[in-house]
């Protein structure tokens, strides 16, 4: 899978997910630092990118179906220790062949993890 992280997201986790066979580059990397919400979306959706990112408000959007795959973590921290456990956690997902598109948030509550998928038509 093509993913791209977003500014938040350390790069211990790019280093996870490219040891699990995906494709991984950075919005920086990509020279998307500094576009707004839509516009990276817009980029996503154009060059076939799944956005993960640190930022909950891609999982408040109201989705289209044009949408791309979107991943938000919902950490009690960003720290790279607890993004790489967060991301590991997700692989299971993201190492589908084709997992469906939509908004996917994990959130971290106390000890536990919860993943949720939303996808266009769903409340946000």
């Known amino acids: ?63 289209t179906p044009a949408d791309p795959r979107i991943v938000t973590l919902d950490l009690s921290d960003g720290s790279p220790a607890t993004v790489v456990r967060a991301v590991r956690a997700v692989l299971p997902v993201l190492n589908r062949s084709r997992p469906p598109g939509g908004t996917w948030q994990l959130r971290q509550n106390g000890t536990s993890v919860d993943l949720t998928f939303s996808s266009a038509g769903d409340s946000a």
């Not at 997910?17 to 919005?27: F, I, K």
């Not at 919400?37 to 060059?47: F, G, K, S, V």
């Open 1 to 63: 899978m093509r993913l791209l992280l977003d500014e938040s997201v350390p790069a211990e986790a790019a280093s996870v997910l490219r040891d699990a066979g995906h494709r991984v580059a950075t919005v920086v990397g990509r020279n998307f630092d500094g576009y707004g919400d839509e516009a990276l979306i817009a980029a996503c959706r154009r060059e076939g990118w799944t956005l993960v990112t640190l930022d909950t408000r891609f999982a408040e959007r109201t989705r």
